[in-house]
């Protein structure tokens, strides 16, 4: 007996209901905190009814296909599905937040958002939300900055995993499959945190904060147990071990595998490590400089504040250590140089949003290769190489074309967002500031969005910070797959019914 092929949108819909086990299982995470905070039992529901109602739906969903035999995805499907799986992911997500009373659906869709998009914008009032609540904040940023489709897809097959990685926007293949990929870069992210933890421990601050704080940052998240975030600390060890931390996010996994094999020299060679040492030498002293009439000419806190602040903003982390960045700081060199950083974005495959180094690098070389040309006689073909982990990596026209397309149509949403920003009243500045800052999901903030925030703002944000993190183009042809499958379905049944009469 021929049993039944599930394929297309069927299958598609088995493998939501095991995506919906999974994350059913990470919204139970933070029950582990019970034994050691018995005072936290009372918030145990918060995370009890919508882990168990997504393990027990996916159970259904999954039990319903079982014994089947699992065709393949039609083409971009996969694509149809990552975007599934993070909606689901958020929707669910939210659950624990509306369940406290104290948020609406739309705030609880933005801090889910912005916890899974590792971007640390929050409506939350840490210093009255449950210890639960908070780190379950913090494992939002731990799955959404490894990979959500990474970690869940890796507890499913190898070969279709690393296709629905790929279509998330991932490029770090480390290994030749996703599971070893997986494992190591879970290894590279489990280790940074771990010694994160040790190092703050180390120099004064409370295991709690230490391990949310460590996951925050090199998660690039930037959810933080204190109001003041890492300025509530006042600490400069923990500021640069911070720095270390959001640096270590912000860069490529591969560009970590090849430090850890010790080929320094393909370190020092990547394209976008260059960029940033080039940005650091030139960023740090023109915010020191610019900071030194805010804070009475004293070097030390002006590169202090400055450096921090960059680092933030470039890896797209959100930290600070300044009560606002508005104010006397604003308009300066300070408060648009970090809009910049925040477009620019960090490494790519690291956990970070932005246009991200590596594209910005290739626009700059690409406008070179251009004028260079334009200037060289026409029958002279060029093959241009950009240094990827050390090694020269041909360059086709066809992905200058695809980066430059991307890059534009960043600049075209974020100036969208900007002026929805702008329609409730905001500057066009802090309205710029803020969006870019959702859509580069960096978290840094000049108090637009927040708990009083209107619906509208929190909704224009969430969506940026959900086309930043999957890089628009896996949510345009989910989109349009969709429509195209629609039409021909459409089209179908007319025919069918034209047939009948």
Same mark, same amino acid.
């Given at each position: 007996m021929n049993k039944k092929i599930v394929s297309g949108y069927p299958l598609i819909i088995n493998?939501?209901?095991?995506?919906?086990?999974?994350?059913?299982?990470?919204?139970l995470l933070p029950l582990i905190l019970i034994p050691f905070r018995m005072e936290d039992i009372?918030?145990?529901?918060l995370f009890l009814y919508p882990g168990g109602i997504s393990i027990l739906i996916g159970s259904i969903v999954f039990i319903y296909f079982k014994g089947r035999e699992k065709g393949k995805l039609e083409r971009n499907q996969d694509a149809i599905l990552v975007v599934c799986i993070w909606i689901m992911a958020i929707l669910i997500s939210s659950m624990p937040f509306i369940l406290t009373g104290n948020y609406t659906f739309t705030q609880a869709i933005f801090e889910s958002t912005s916890g899974y998009s590792t971007t640390g914008l929050?409506?939350?009032?840490?210093?009255?939300a449950p210890k639960a609540l908070l780190l379950f904040r913090s494992l939002l940023q731990f799955f959404g900055g490894i990979g959500l489709?990474?970690?869940?897809?890796s507890a499913i097959s190898d070969k279709f995993g690393m296709r629905l990685y790929s279509a998330e926007g991932h490029s770090d293949k480390l290994m030749p499959n996703l599971i070893r990929s997986g494992r190591t870069i879970l290894s590279i992210y489990i280790g940074y945190i771990t010694i994160g933890v040790m190092l703050y421990l180390i120099f004064g601050m409370p295991f709690f904060d230490a391990i949310n704080h460590a996951i925050s940052a090199v998660a690039t998240g930037g959810f933080s147990t204190q109001k003041a975030s890492i300025g509530y600390y006042n600490s400069v060890p923990i500021e640069i071990i911070t720095m270390v931390l959001m640096l270590l996010g912000g860069t490529n996994f591969f560009v970590h595998l090849m430090l850890l094999r010790g080929k320094l020299k393909n370190v020092i060679g990547h394209v976008e490590v260059k960029l940033l040492g080039i940005m650091i030498l030139i960023g740090f002293p023109l915010f020191t400089l610019n900071l030194l009439s805010t804070y009475n000419g004293n070097v030390l806190q002006s590169l202090r504040v400055g450096s921090f602040q960059f680092i933030s903003a470039a890896t797209g982390t959100g930290y600070q250590t300044v009560d606002s960045f508005i104010g006397v700081m604003t308009p300066s060199f300070f408060f648009f140089g970090l809009i910049i950083l925040m477009v620019l974005g960090a490494?790519?495959?690291?956990?970070?949003?932005?246009?991200?180094?590596?594209?910005?690098?290739?626009?700059?070389k690409s406008m070179y290769w251009n004028v260079k040309e334009q200037l060289s006689h026409k029958k002279i073909i060029r093959t241009h190489f950009i240094n990827k982990i050390g090694s020269k990596t041909v360059v086709e026209r066809e992905d200058i074309v695809f980066n430059h397309s991307f890059l534009m149509i960043y600049l075209v949403v974020l100036v969208i967002g900007?002026?929805?920003?702008?329609?409730?009243g905001h500057s066009l500045e802090n309205s710029l500031f803020e969006f870019a800052s959702s859509l580069g999901t960096v978290g840094l903030s000049v108090g637009i969005t927040g708990y009083h925030a209107h619906p509208l703002i929190l909704w224009t944000s969430a969506i940026g910070m959900f086309l930043g993190r999957l890089e628009f183009y896996v949510i345009f042809i989910a989109i349009a797959k969709i429509?195209?499958?629609? %039409?021909? $379905? @459409? *089209?179908? %049944?007319? $025919? @069918? *019914?034209?047939?009948? $009469?």
């Amino acid at each position: 007996m021929n049993k039944k092929i599930v394929s297309g949108y069927p299958l598609i819909i088995n493998y939501l209901g095991i995506f919906a086990i999974l994350i059913g299982f990470i919204n139970l995470l933070p029950l582990i905190l019970i034994p050691f905070r018995m005072e936290d039992i009372k918030d145990s529901y918060l995370f009890l009814y919508p882990g168990g109602i997504s393990i027990l739906i996916g159970s259904i969903v999954f039990i319903y296909f079982k014994g089947r035999e699992k065709g393949k995805l039609e083409r971009n499907q996969d694509a149809i599905l990552v975007v599934c799986i993070w909606i689901m992911a958020i929707l669910i997500s939210s659950m624990p937040f509306i369940l406290t009373g104290n948020y609406t659906f739309t705030q609880a869709i933005f801090e889910s958002t912005s916890g899974y998009s590792t971007t640390g914008l929050t409506v939350v009032d840490v210093t009255v939300a449950p210890k639960a609540l908070l780190l379950f904040r913090s494992l939002l940023q731990f799955f959404g900055g490894i990979g959500l489709v990474l970690v869940l897809t890796s507890a499913i097959s190898d070969k279709f995993g690393m296709r629905l990685y790929s279509a998330e926007g991932h490029s770090d293949k480390l290994m030749p499959n996703l599971i070893r990929s997986g494992r190591t870069i879970l290894s590279i992210y489990i280790g940074y945190i771990t010694i994160g933890v040790m190092l703050y421990l180390i120099f004064g601050m409370p295991f709690f904060d230490a391990i949310n704080h460590a996951i925050s940052a090199v998660a690039t998240g930037g959810f933080s147990t204190q109001k003041a975030s890492i300025g509530y600390y006042n600490s400069v060890p923990i500021e640069i071990i911070t720095m270390v931390l959001m640096l270590l996010g912000g860069t490529n996994f591969f560009v970590h595998l090849m430090l850890l094999r010790g080929k320094l020299k393909n370190v020092i060679g990547h394209v976008e490590v260059k960029l940033l040492g080039i940005m650091i030498l030139i960023g740090f002293p023109l915010f020191t400089l610019n900071l030194l009439s805010t804070y009475n000419g004293n070097v030390l806190q002006s590169l202090r504040v400055g450096s921090f602040q960059f680092i933030s903003a470039a890896t797209g982390t959100g930290y600070q250590t300044v009560d606002s960045f508005i104010g006397v700081m604003t308009p300066s060199f300070f408060f648009f140089g970090l809009i910049i950083l925040m477009v620019l974005g960090a490494g790519m495959g690291s956990t970070a949003g932005g246009m991200k180094q590596y594209r910005v690098a290739l626009a700059f070389k690409s406008m070179y290769w251009n004028v260079k040309e334009q200037l060289s006689h026409k029958k002279i073909i060029r093959t241009h190489f950009i240094n990827k982990i050390g090694s020269k990596t041909v360059v086709e026209r066809e992905d200058i074309v695809f980066n430059h397309s991307f890059l534009m149509i960043y600049l075209v949403v974020l100036v969208i967002g900007t002026l929805i920003f702008a329609s409730f009243g905001h500057s066009l500045e802090n309205s710029l500031f803020e969006f870019a800052s959702s859509l580069g999901t960096v978290g840094l903030s000049v108090g637009i969005t927040g708990y009083h925030a209107h619906p509208l703002i929190l909704w224009t944000s969430a969506i940026g910070m959900f086309l930043g993190r999957l890089e628009f183009y896996v949510i345009f042809i989910a989109i349009a797959k969709i429509y195209m499958d629609a %039409t021909k $379905k @459409k *089209i179908g %049944t007319e $025919k @069918k *019914i034209a047939e009948i $009469k």
